[in-house]
């Protein structure tokens, strides 16, 4: 009936009406003028419509005395008299939350009125301005709840700064639940009293929180109260020893979220606590360091979004318990890839679940999860990850592996078979790679073929999109279709590529052979110099070698009366020259090729006795490239090589090797008669010597 007018007389005419909601403005009678003796459940909230009941009294509630659960939120309250509720005997929720002008000091008749009554939760909620002096709890406003069978209490958003010594011993042993968001706490003699206080779940999220101020401020008919005597202003905090944190024996479940604070987490020493839950989300813990003990009761811990970028190796030795573990957003990308031998999580093998999400991770070791057998979902989203390396085999129970938005073109093979191998000790398995920028060539083919064949449900399929060849986007939610797509094209490129590739081969091959051919003289040569030199160090050219021999004789067999007859006798005896003469020097037992290089290579000159009978002999041609090869590139071009033609032959019985030396250097022809004998032999000494 909110927003709503409505008859008195109306409601009376519904004696058994047990649920209400409706506006409120408190008349001149200051009561609730209609009598329900079966409403259990009365709704006057200001947040839902119009309230306004400044002040009340003894009287408000007289004619429904049997009220359970009483909602009197955002009501504009000043004042509430004592025994406003002292006759509710059923009353076991009271919500007076946002009335900023009631304050504590006015809570005080309430729960005193408390007492009387069954009550089990109590909400006060903002009842204090945002931007007046902090506040501090006291003692007179507690004291009464010691009679009380209350679980639970809300005091959120009242600017708390300080709770008087001695206060937090007046909550009564039934109390299980207290929830002190967005206040101002500090430090005090109080935390000592906290490890006595049996309450199993505490919420002091958004410490610090910043506001805005209203246009809309509520105006108080009294002073502003002082909350702090002036001796109670300095923090006494001496009785807390250095690194201690004082917690309820009893408590379970610790919420500290959204507090604004920059802090390391040092080494702690707890106090023995049942602490089950641990939500500190969305501060500003930049470095975790640890170990925090004992937590051994510890199963769910959630540390995401705290900008942390360090994590020691010994954070966890004190949570042995832990199967809940959430650490995404931070920034532990710049310290996990170091952690080879997975001592981070070597103390929490129990986890069941892991989110490393949003941590800006390259990639992880190998045995970074080693301990983690019993992990049935990882969560590993939003990173740099474009491997997976990390061992996730021994996980027999993992039934979820989150890899979306990070950097795979594809998963690898050693990846695929990890995850076959999950795949077979839990049949459930699935897997999120979306929103990476995967690819669809014929280089990731097998890849594309796994997906369409596999039994691991790949999760958000419909979302999947992958980069072909063209560099065109192809939705992938049908791989096998895909896969045979691809398998006709990389089979056409494969023989493209083939046979680009025999064409390649063939040209290498003919342009190496004609490289050999063209070259051969000389490949040979260096062949049986390296042969014989193997053990000699080579001169420098600057360097004046002493030869063994004035010259070399090249000549066929059949020119050998020539030789034996007239060049020795002329050369040697007459001119005093020493000559190499196969037939005569060469070492028996050493190969011909050898023999014919050292000659060479050992000899000023080389004289070739040119007829048609060399042309056709294949050594003395063999003789005539080796001269060839040494006067180019052992002798920096030097003319060594002299040409002695016994007879005349025409310059096409001439092979281009032989007519190539004729045209560019002078040679002598053998004249074979008197006159003619004494100029030649008279030249030929002169050449050699």
Not at 63 to 74: K, R, T
Not at 505 to 523: A, K, M, Q
Request: with cysteine.
């Amino acid at each position: 009936m909110k927003q709503t007018k409505i008859n008195i007389s109306t409601l009376q005419s519904l004696p058994l009406l047990k649920t209400l909601r409706m506006d409120f403005i408190l008349n001149e009678s200051n009561s609730l003028s209609f009598r329900l003796l079966h409403l259990k459940h009365l709704d006057l909230s200001g947040l839902s419509g119009r309230c306004e009941a400044r002040t009340l009294t003894e009287d408000v509630f007289k004619f429904i005395p049997n009220i359970e659960d009483l909602n009197f939120s955002a009501c504009k309250i000043n004042w509430i008299y004592k025994g406003t509720f002292q006759f509710m005997r059923n009353l076991s929720i009271l919500n007076l939350s946002y009335n900023p002008c009631l304050k504590f000091s006015g809570v005080e008749n309430v729960t005193q009125d408390l007492s009387y009554t069954s009550i089990k939760i109590l909400k006060l909620t903002k009842i204090h301005k945002t931007f007046e002096m902090n506040t501090m709890i006291k003692r007179s406003h507690l004291r009464h709840l010691k009679k009380t069978n209350l679980t639970e209490i809300h005091v959120n958003s009242n600017r708390i700064q300080k709770v008087e010594k001695g206060a937090l011993l007046f909550l009564p042993s039934s109390i299980r639940t207290i929830s002190m968001s967005d206040n101002e706490f500090s430090y005090g003699d109080y935390l000592s009293e906290i490890m006595v206080v049996p309450v199993e779940h505490v919420n002091i999220s958004e410490l610090f929180k910043s506001h805005i101020p209203s246009n809309h401020e509520e105006r108080c008919d009294h002073r502003n109260e002082i909350n702090f005597p002036e001796e109670e202003v300095e923090k006494h905090i001496s009785s807390i020893r250095p690194n201690f944190v004082p917690l309820p024996y009893r408590l379970k479940s610790f919420v500290y979220r959204k507090c604004l604070i920059r802090y390391e987490i040092p080494a702690m020493n707890l106090s023995e606590n049942s602490i089950e839950y641990l939500d500190g989300h969305q501060n500003m813990f930049y470095s975790l360091i640890g170990p925090l003990c004992p937590l051994d009761h510890v199963t769910y811990l959630d540390l995401s979004d705290n900008m942390s970028s360090n994590i020691s190796k010994v954070f966890f030795q004190c949570t042995p318990n832990l199967k809940i573990l959430r650490l995404q957003n931070n920034l532990l990308g710049f310290v996990l890839p170091d952690d080879v031998n997975g001592e981070v999580l070597h103390h929490v093998s129990h986890l069941r679940e892991i989110n490393l999400s949003e941590n800006r991770i390259p990639t992880l070791p190998y045995h970074f999860f080693k301990a983690q057998v019993s992990v049935r979902r990882l969560y590993l989203d939003g990173n740099l990850l474009d491997y997976l390396i990390f061992k996730i085999d021994h996980m027999k129970n993992l039934n979820f592996l989150g890899l979306s938005n990070n950097r795979f073109s594809y998963l690898d093979k050693p990846a695929r078979n990890q995850l076959e191998t999950v795949l077979k000790n839990n049949k459930n398995l699935s897997i999120d790679i979306s929103g990476n920028p995967l690819k669809c060539t014929c280089d990731t083919k097998d890849f594309i073929q796994w997906m369409g064949n596999t039994k691991i449900l790949f999760n958000n399929l419909h979302f999947y999109t992958c980069r072909l060849s063209t560099d065109k986007k192809q939705n992938l939610n049908n791989p096998k279709r895909l896969y045979e797509v691809l398998q006709k094209e990389c089979a056409s490129y494969t023989s493209l590529v083939i046979g680009l590739l025999s064409l390649v081969v063939l040209f290498v091959s003919i342009l190496t052979f004609g490289l050999v051919y063209r070259h051969r003289w000389r490949i040979r040569y260096m062949y049986y110099m390296v042969k014989i030199r193997y053990f000699e160090t080579k001169q420098k050219t600057h360097e004046k070698k002493i030869y063994s021999y004035d010259a070399f004789v090249s000549y066929e067999s059949n020119d050998r009366s020539f030789v034996h007859g007239q060049l020795l006798r002329k050369l040697e005896n007459d001119a005093g020259l020493k000559l190499c003469i196969h037939q005569r020097d060469f070492l028996p037992g050493r190969d011909i090729a050898e023999n014919i290089t050292s000659a060479i290579h050992d000899s000023r000159k080389i004289v070739v006795i040119m007829s048609q009978n060399y042309l056709d002999s294949y050594w003395c041609m063999f003789e005539y490239n080796m001269a060839r090869v040494e006067s180019i590139y052992s002798r920096n071009k030097e003319h060594i090589l002299f040409l002695v033609f016994l007879q005349q032959m025409s310059p096409g019985s001439l092979p281009l090797l032989v007519l190539e030396l004729v045209q560019s250097q002078s040679y002598i022809e053998y004249p074979n008669d008197e006159y003619g004998d004494t100029v030649f032999w008279e030249k030929l000494k002169e050449v050699l010597t």
